[in-house]
């Protein structure tokens, strides 16, 4: 009875096992406020992000050491742990590995995001007034990041609109 008692903390446990994931800052305030989450995050289950750590998770490889979040993160980017979705046919205990591909896959997807809400979120009213910076500060607000990552988020917001207004142009011209 007892080793039943066991195994079944040592589950509950692994069911808290976790990627880590780097990515910039900005990137990773935007997330940890979409999903919901404080400093572990834990995928929206039917998500993009859930569905590629399903699709990509493995058995960790022999050679590889077990992550534990310490390892220091490339420049300029934070570490964000993710908590494994738990699938029937791939048990955590077993399946905890997400290679460096998969993790590329991964960031990428959650930048894409990103760009998406920014573009819908700030594209829609931006038409009606010269100023950006007003916008893009009650945004950053909405999403609960610091308005130190201003300069930032204005970039890529300024880029994507500036391609955005070309490709219009090229329309007209046609």
């Known amino acids: 009875m ?23 800052e900005f990137l990773a305030e935007w997330f940890r406020h979409e999903t919901g989450s404080g400093d572990v995050v834990k995928l929206v289950r039917g998500s993009q992000e859930s569905e590629i750590v399903k699709q ?3 058995i960790r490889p022999e050679n590889v050491p077990v992550e534990n979040g310490t390892e220091p993160p490339p420049e300029g980017k934070v570490i964000v742990p993710i908590i494994i979705p738990e699938q029937k046919l791939k048990p955590v205990i077993f ?15 959650i930048r894409t995001r990103f760009k998406i809400q920014l573009f819908r979120d700030l594209h829609r009213v931006s038409c009606i007034g010269k100023r950006q910076d ?32 070309c490709k219009n142009k090229r329309k007209k011209m046609l």
């Open 2 to 24: 007892r080793k039943m008692r066991n195994s079944a903390n040592e589950i509950q446990n692994h069911n808290r096992m976790c990627i880590y994931l780097p990515l910039e």
């Open 134 to 165: 007003n916008l893009i500060y009650a945004w950053l607000e909405q999403h609960e990041m610091s308005i130190d990552r201003w300069d930032t988020v204005a970039k890529i917001y300024q880029r994507m609109r500036n391609s955005y207004i």
């Open 56 to 58: 990509f998770i493995s």
């Open 95 to 109: 399946y905890n590995y997400l290679a460096p591909a998969a993790k590329d896959a991964l960031a990428d997807c």
